[in-house]
Structures are given as structure tokens and as C-alpha cells.
């Protein structure tokens, strides 16, 4: 079977086996030659936006005869002609994800491993025989080692949300010492999902998208013109305040956030009970420097079911710093430790990020898997593109969570 008959006209057509057998050599022992080679998609429709997700599935013969299969999972770029995949490209996050992968999530595994605990962040990551001329990711198949995602749909309980925030706080706290004791990240990791400097690049794309949502609201939401005119009066003022959370504030504590931290990006492994037994990270395209808030209003806003998702919102802030000041002593961070009303108030200062998750990443995770869904179609403005907005923000699951979610965000003074 060819790439093309396994998934379509999506596998770029330079995706052959010359490009693995170095990594198939180094993972089979005894390895001889790749007898089987073919390519699916790695996830499916309205699951991936950022980059093609393809799963490579080799079937290698050994040297006494007997054959062993690998599959191996590999990222790769959209097309670049259409605004959607430029924004894609300036954001760097193939560049981003492979320094994650291959430098620093091995390096901070390390530093909790000298302090007697060990802890795995994401899968292993690979290099392709040659350079194929546009950016890839290969990493490890993690269903064989019995890693799953949750259901988006349904939204994580309590226990996989509280799994969660353990992750990210040892990763937080990692990334935090390592800053502190070793040194900066690189400059890349300080621009996260929007550069400043590109402002006059997203209003136009922007504005099309929130004339759709600000109807939608007005026409669905309880309450819906007063919220759509406080979220949504001008274009340039609440990109503004986005880049505003962006900024790095040194008076805060700071991490490297993940960036995308909703939940297709953290994958659970099960016992034959169907007990969780380990949580791991992947996705590690828009990591950014700065305030964890960044990392936990995405993530408690985009994820949660939504019974639990405000009821026990203060638990999970409590829950996450009990695990990261554990995890700051442990790695022995040489600065004063993060308060937990600090934390609180690095939430409230920095509140656009609920905003900005409950506009875009809720309205993605809450919507049935569809063909439509890409982010070309988020910033069309053709019949497509519209007809996709209005089928995405008049969704009745998330117009249900507007209806809890804006007035709580409201009462705390957090859509001001």
C-alpha cells in the first residue's frame, strides 16, 4: 500500500522509506531491510490544526529471517500559501517542538533523575536519514506502550485533570530551576501563539472570526450583547491585551509553558484494569516563557468536564501548587518560592488567557469531528470559512459553557 492509497492527497509525496532506516536500524536490533513500509493519518478529522499528523507503520526483516514491526508518528507542515499556514511558519514551532524534544526534555529529565526521581515528559523523538527540505517532527508511536488520549468531547474528570496539573507542574518546575541554575531559554521561546510585531498581520485576520463569534453571542448567549461588548468592542484593543499576558514579567514567577495544554496534548497510559497509571506530555509547538497562568487558564478553560471545571477551579490552583513548590524543593530552586496567593493574582493580572481559550480552544475541543476543520477555514473569510465559524461558535455544547463560563469569569473581574 503507497502513501497516497493510505491516506489520500494529504501525505506529502517525499514520505518514503529512505528516510527511516537509520531510525528502523537503531530501534530493531539485528535489523536487515524494511519489507513493508506504508503511511495513515495520525489523527483524525478536527483533531490537529497546526501541522499534518501522519503515523508510519514499517515492517522490518531481521538477519535470521523473522520480521518485528515499528510505527513511528511524524509532523509536518500545511501548505504555506494561505494566511493561515504563513501565521504557521512565523511562529516557528517545528523549530520550537524539536529543541523541546531532543534538548530539553532529556535534560530535564536528567535533573530530576539526579534528584532520585525518575519522570518521562513526552515520547522519544527521532531525525530522518536526510533532510526532506521542509520541517518534520518524528517521535515514537505511543499506542504500543498502551498511551491513549481522553475523549474531548466528554471533557476530563476529576482524577485525569488533577493528573494533569501534577505533569505540569513538575514541568514547570523544571523549567524554572533550569532558567535559575543554568541559564535563558532561547529567544524563540519567548514569543508564544502571537508575536507583537505582527499586529498589523492579525487584525484582518482576526476580524472576521469576531464579527461571527460576537453574533453568535448576541444571538445565543444569555446576557450575550453585554458580554460580546465587553470581550469583543475592537480588534487592535483585545489583541492589545492578549500581547499584554504575553509579556514576560520578571516580578512573577515564570516558567517555560507547554502553550497548548488542552487535553489531545497530554496522552494517558491504563493498566489492564483500566486504572491511569502515567500521564505524559506532547505537543510542545508554542512553548513560551512566562507566567505558568498562561498554562492554567488554557488548560482549566479548554479541558475540564464542565461539572467540575468552575465548581472545583480553586481546588485545581491548590492542587497544582501543592505538586510545584514539592517539585521546586526537590530540584532545589535557589529563589523565594511561589506563594499560592501570588499565584491567584498572577491569574487575575493575567485573565485575557481564559478569554482567549474559551474563544478559540474551547469552541475546537467542544465540536464534533468534522472534515471542515482546519485553520484555514478560522481565517477565510469565503463561504467555507464563515460557514465553518458559525458551525463552531453556535455549537449548542459550547454556547452551554458560555452560559456558566462568562458570568463566573465576570463575578472575579476577570473580562474587564
Known sequence: MTSKEAIGAVTPSWVTQ??????????????????????????PPGENYASIMLRILIEAELNDGSSQDLSLMM???????TDAGKMVADMGIFAKENDIYDNFLPTFE???????????FGPKSFK????PGVDTVVLEDLRPKKFKNANRLEGLDLDHTKSVLKKLAEYHAVSAVY????GPFPEIFNIGMLDPAKKDFYVPMYSGMMDVI??????????????????????GDMLDKTFEACRIKEEEFNVLNHGDSWSNNFMFKYNDKGEREETILVDFQICKYGTPAQDLLYFLFSSPNQEIRLREFDYFIKCYHDNLIENLILLEYPKTLPTLSSLHIAILRN????????????????LEPTDNANMDNFWKADEEGTGFKNQVYSNPK????????????DKRGMLE
Not at 22 to 42: D, L, P, Q, R, Y
Not at 75 to 81: E, P, Q, V, W, Y
Not at 351 to 366: D, E, F, G, P, R
Open 128 to 131: 530522518l536519514d536526510k533532510d
Open 18 to 43: 529512505e528516510y527511516f532506516k537509520s531510525i528502523v536500524a537503531n530501534e530493531i536490533e539485528n535489523f536487515s531491510k524494511i519489507t513493508k513500509f506504508s503511511v495513515e493519518s495520525g489523527s
Open 75 to 81: 509532523k509536518t507542515t500545511h501548505s504555506l500559501d
Open 214 to 235: 460576537k453574533a453568535s453571542f448576541e444571538k445565543n448567549v444569555d446576557n450575550g450583547k453585554y458580554y460580546a461588548d465587553k470581550i469583543f468592542v475592537d480588534i
Open 110 to 120: 536528567k535533573m530530576y533523575l539526579e534528584k532520585g526521581r525518575k519522570i518521562v
Open 179 to 182: 532558567y535559575e541554575t543554568i
Open 351 to 366: 485573565h485575557q488567557w481564559a478569554i482567549a481559550t474559551i474563544y478559540s480552544t474551547l469552541a475546537i475541543v467542544l
Open 398 to 409: 459550547y454556547i452551554t459553557c458560555l452560559n456558566d463560563i462568562l458570568p463566573w469569569l
